[in-house]
T-cell receptor, first 115, second 114 residues
Framework: AQKITQTQPGMFVQEKEAVTLDCTYD???????LFWYKQPSSGEMIFLIY??????QNATEGRYSLNFQKARKSANLVISASQLGDSAMYFC????????????FGKGTKLTVNP | DTAVSQTPKYLVTQMGNDKSIKCEQN?????MYWYKQDSKKFLKIMFS???????INETVPNRFSPKSPDKAHLNLHINSLELGDSAVYFC?????????????FGPGTRLTVT
């Protein structure tokens, strides 16, 4: 069974608008971490934001925020005021448990920002 | 200064050859990783080393052998290359800090096996 599900293979958004990229996860651990990475066409993986399972507040980093709904096991990424440079693949990932060193990635969502 | 560097960036080789990809991190992290990203962009962990010791070894063919001469380096050697090995290989490193451990990725090595 997939641990991380990203149901949107592709998303389009107009410049300056907000966009939400979906991510649901599956774990029986009480302690885990959720990550979002951006991969532009140049290929590098860029860390965006992190949410711990015990964090009560949603994580925010600049224009990125993580809409964490623990009961629904969802960790959606919200990008506000989209910019052309936001066009990229976005990956949701999970670290299960405090002792695990492993990140499990979703299949990614390709975001295109239109001018 | 590049935090995690990989060489080469591109590698084109023929089936049956043996090749190596080098990775170095200057962040002082204890843990390093190799990931494989296939043609559909799916990213999957292959190996993880903590302070030169192997801690994660996913179901990877034994043609793939990681080597960590010191905690700043994790190289990947691949024997008898096959067409299916064509992919982008990412090295990463991490250090836990207050239960958060952001993984820093290298720029990737695009391996093409012909």
């Amino acid at each position: 069974a997939q641990k991380i599900t990203q149901t949107q293979p592709g998303m389009f958004v107009q410049e300056k608008e907000a966009v939400t990229l979906d991510c649901t996860y599956d774990t029986s651990d009480q302690s885990y971490g959720l990550f979002w990475y951006k991969q532009p066409s140049s290929g590098e993986m860029i860390f965006l934001i992190y949410q711990g399972s015990y964090d009560e507040q949603n994580a925010t980093e600049g224009r990125y925020s993580l809409n964490f709904q623990k009961a629904r096991k969802s960790a959606n990424l919200v990008i506000s005021a989209s910019q052309l440079g936001d066009s990229a693949m976005y990956f949701c990932a999970m670290r299960e448990g405090l002792l695990s060193e492993k990140l499990v990635f979703g299949k990614g969502t390709k975001l295109t920002v239109n001018p | 200064d590049t935090a995690v560097s990989q060489t080469p960036k591109y590698l084109v080789t023929q089936m049956g050859n043996d090749k190596s990809i080098k990775c170095e991190q200057n962040l002082g992290h204890d843990t390093m990783y190799w990931y494989k990203q296939d043609s559909k962009k799916f990213l999957k962990i292959m190996f993880s080393y903590n302070n030169k010791e192997l801690i994660i070894n996913e179901t990877v063919p034994n043609r793939f052998s990681p080597k960590s001469p010191d905690k700043a380096h994790l190289n990947l050697h691949i024997n008898s290359l096959e067409l299916g090995d064509s992919a982008v290989y990412f090295c990463a490193s991490s250090q836990e800090r207050e239960l958060v451990y952001e993984q820093y990725f290298g720029p990737g090595t695009r391996l093409t096996v012909t």
